[in-house]
């Protein structure tokens, strides 16, 4: 198993570009199985999740290069297969995506359900009601979600979601492409990768209007045709480097980002005291001081997202005063990080939704364990910021989301490395 090591203390200085956005990629690759051509994918994120999700797809039969970096070329068109290798499928969320792409492609699908990250309880029910509202019978088991054409066939419908769900809006949208009719997703998340996935499928020759409104239309086409599309910058990414330089005190700029995504999580730190530049493609971020405590509630985008959740919270743990951070989509995601920063000297109170954090002068280095991606960054920002040594072990899970996190953050003046055990 390995871990990082980080020696804290020192402001974040310097200069850090973006990778393409995971939650963007992470769909956008099951998509290319709806793709008669190759598919050139360019600002793909070298994380563990991609090179999973590769993997699979390669396993179907689809042809892979991944020569050039931060590029693949994906071609699915011989791809037969409906049933994705079992093992690969349970080590990543974002394999459900795989449900609604071999759906709208062939007409059925016999996927396992996903692994991941295990904060929060995180039911499929939504992509369910959505499978069945285009007509196809479901069976669904606690090993695998099997999808098969109903009497009357795949046909467009609408659907209008219980609950804003990304994952349940990606993967109607992805098996609605390719069926006759309309869809139209109602109460649809507006997340910039539901956007980014739109216009890739607009650029192969879908007709899909409405992305980044709570109504998503999508009329069925017959074909899809390969072509070249750049993945979006990784808002949460950014966010988080962002938020590493806010907790250490630094000065550093964000580049390839939109600003503009970014704002929910550069308006919280602006309150809480940083100074924040916005420029067309970039921001910087200046210490001014000791952080100021804040409210915060995680919400559907355009709110703060919940993956930020952890990020900030560090933060809050040695800002003045008493801040409020309130979760209201994974209520339970407070319990894979508070008691590890408790152990750094962070004080946090959690009741039910909620976690009281009255800021600490200062954090101290201590042996802590990442239980889900954020959480471990959060506890990487936790290390950066305390006095003396921190050590961060199951980082496989960091891996899973962010690319080159060690090179990055040593540009930066961190002293972080990894550590083979």
């Not at 467009?156 to 990304?166: A, F």
Request: hydrophobic fraction near 40%; proline fraction near 4%.
């Amino acid at each position: 198993m390995a871990r990082y090591e980080i020696h804290g203390g020192t402001p974040l200085n310097g200069t850090v570009t973006i990778s393409g956005a995971k939650n963007a990629a992470v769909a956008i690759l099951p998509a290319a199985l709806l793709v008669s051509g190759q598919c050139r994918i360019e600002n793909v994120p070298d994380i563990s999740d991609v090179r999973i999700l590769l993997s699979i797809l390669e396993g179907m039969g689809a042809k892979i290069d991944t020569t050039e970096p931060g590029v693949v070329l994906v071609d699915c068109t011989d791809v037969t297969s409906t049933c994705p290798q079992q093992e690969l499928v349970r080590k990543m969320r974002a394999s459900y995506y795989l449900m609604g792409a071999l759906l709208g492609r062939f007409g059925k699908a016999h996927v396992a359900l996903p692994g991941g990250c295990n904060f929060a309880s995180r039911p499929i029910d939504q992509h369910i009601k959505g499978f069945a509202a285009l007509g196809a019978d479901v069976e669904e088991t606690d090993d695998y979600v099997a999808l098969q054409p109903g009497s009357n066939g795949l046909c467009g419908n609408r659907v209008s979601l219980d609950v804003v769900s990304v994952g349940a809006t990606v993967n109607i949208m992805l098996a609605a492409v390719l069926i006759p009719g309309q869809t139209v997703i109602e109460n649809a998340a507006k997340e910039p990768h539901i956007v980014d996935l739109a216009n890739f499928l607009n650029t192969m020759g879908a007709h899909v209007s409405g992305a980044g409104t709570d109504t998503v239309k999508i009329r069925g086409v017959e074909s899809l045709k390969g072509g070249t599309y750049a993945i979006i910058p990784d808002q949460i990414e950014a966010g988080t480097y962002l938020a590493a330089a806010a907790a250490t005190g630094g000065n550093i700029l964000v580049k390839n980002v939109i600003p503009k995504h970014m704002e929910c999580i550069t308006s919280k730190l602006a309150e809480m005291g940083a100074e924040i530049i916005d420029y067309d493609d970039a921001i910087r971020i200046r210490s001014n001081g000791r952080l100021r405590h804040a409210t915060v509630k995680t919400r559907p985008y355009p709110g703060f997202p919940t993956d930020m959740q952890a990020q900030i919270c560090v933060c809050m743990s040695i800002a003045s005063g008493v801040s409020r951070l309130t979760e209201s989509v994974y209520e339970t995601r407070f319990f894979g990080y508070c008691s590890e920063l408790e152990s750094m000297g962070a004080d946090i109170q959690i009741s039910g939704k909620t976690a009281i954090v009255t800021g600490s002068e200062k954090l101290y280095g201590a042996t802590v364990s990442a239980n889900d991606l954020r959480a471990g960054a959060a506890l990487v920002i936790a290390g950066l910021a305390a006095e003396g040594t921190t050590w961060v072990k199951n980082i496989h899970y960091v891996e899973r989301g962010y690319e080159k996190l060690i090179d990055k953050l040593t540009a930066l003046g961190a002293q972080i490395r990894r550590i083979e055990d």
